[in-house]
């Protein structure tokens, strides 16, 4: 059975850190692109980035957070680390998987998702 648990969310201000945490069973998740998703109040899920071949990032986070991943242990661990959040990055976060390196940055490409975290940066 496939799982992805976040883990990481919280309060910060504006120009502070988080980092985030994506647990990952079920599968061997090293051939699979991981991605991170937000969605905010009344706005539809965005991509936010990704890993598989190589790292990318939204426009809108690059420079500022940086995904990374650890397939050492039997469960596999994607990480968000978030400097200088700003207010506008507030929204709930979601792990995703998809069983390709390949990375997209549509949703409906990826088959897994976690049940989210939330990241809430205060002015």
């Known amino acids: 059975q496939v799982q992805l648990v976040e883990s990481g969310g919280g309060l910060v201000q504006a120009g502070g850190s988080l980092r985030l945490s994506c647990a990952a069973s079920g599968r061997t998740f090293s051939s699979y692109a991981m991605g991170w998703f937000r969605q905010a109040p009344g706005k539809e899920r965005e991509w936010v980035a990704a890993?598989?071949?190589?790292?990318?990032?939204a426009d809108s986070v690059k420079g500022r957070f940086t995904i990374s991943r650890d397939n050492a242990k039997s469960t596999s661990t994607v990480y968000l680390q978030m400097n200088s959040l700003k207010p506008e990055d507030t929204a709930v976060y979601y792990c995703a998987a998809r069983s390709s390196l390949a990375v997209i940055t549509t949703p409906g490409q990826y088959a897994y998702w976690g049940q989210g975290t939330q990241v809430t940066v205060s002015s």
């Open positions: 890993i598989g071949y190589g790292t990318y990032y």
